[in-house]
């Protein structure tokens, strides 16, 4: 990738920091099983093919796109405060948290862009660092006698393909922002995203056993299981990095939701 961000625009490399992060962030809270992954796989990839030849979309299109954008950044929040209810603090306001969440991100999608992008860059690599520690951490009781134990339940509902819409969304309407190779950024954003999710997938199970099973949040569950020293149950990792991918996500979405809508006015103003 060697494009350079312009005025107004992204690098190819930008872009595949904010695509990995978005499509990895919803993996990590939405796959819980092999089928989950695969079904999940197969359809991004084949959208992302779908959309890879856009160049230009008219003006009802790109209206669309952006009500969609909007949409999705509504269930990203919701989702992630369904995530926190189930497994982190279930008597913690919701209410609150949404209000919370949206504020943030509707400040950070005024930022526009280039800020957006900018930010990509930390959040990804903050995610991928606290997942190198949940790895590291249970290393030492990962068998790989219990990875056969690995789930082929199916439980990868319309509400998670729905999530699969995210990455061609955020493509299509931010496709002539982009600076660079956009369609290698694509592909090589949700070949990463998807390899991290795999090995993670399977490393819990080689972790956790039968016992992985019952367990809605694979990911999280490393997290809690994870010590150092005397320190225990540092789920509060997890937490803190998903929190700026959920961040992250919700910006683009929302920027790209404001971008359709306005038909390109928004950036300009």
Do not use: W
Not at 84 to 94: D, L, N, T, Y
Not at 114 to 122: C, D, H
Not at 241 to 254: D, E, G, I, N, R
Request: proline letters at 2%.
């Amino acid at each position: 990738m060697k494009g350079e961000a312009k005025r107004g625009q992204i690098s190819d490399s930008q872009l595949f920091f904010v695509l990995f992060t978005v499509r990895l962030y919803s993996l990590l809270l939405a796959v819980s099983s092999l089928n989950d992954f695969v079904f999940s796989f197969l359809l991004s990839f084949a959208l992302c093919i779908a959309v890879q030849y856009v160049s230009k979309i008219n003006k009802p299109a790109m209206l669309f796109l952006g009500i969609i954008s909007v949409l999705l950044t509504l269930q990203t929040v919701l989702s992630y405060v369904l995530f926190i209810k189930k497994a982190v603090h279930p008597e913690f306001s919701q209410p609150l948290l949404i209000v919370l969440i949206i504020s943030s991100v509707i400040y950070a999608a005024s930022l526009k862009l280039e800020a957006i992008s900018r930010f990509s860059l930390f959040s990804g690599a903050l995610l991928i660092t606290s997942l190198l520690f949940a790895v590291f951490t249970n290393v030492k009781v990962f068998s790989i006698n219990n990875v056969n134990a690995i789930s082929f339940e199916n439980d990868f509902t319309l509400y998670n393909y729905v999530k699969c819409l995210d990455i061609p969304v955020i493509f299509t309407v931010l496709y002539s922002r982009i600076n660079g190779d956009r369609r290698k950024a694509l592909f090589e954003s949700i070949g990463f995203s998807y390899a991290v999710s795999f090995v993670l997938l399977v490393f819990f199970f080689g972790v956790m056993g039968t016992a992985a099973r019952v367990y809605e949040y694979p990911t999280f569950r490393l997290f809690q299981l994870s010590k150092i020293g005397t320190l225990s149950r540092l789920d509060i990792v997890f937490t803190g990095s998903v929190l700026l991918a959920l961040f992250l996500k919700c910006s683009v979405l929302l920027y790209c939701g404001l971008y359709g809508i306005t038909g390109g006015k928004f950036e300009k103003n």
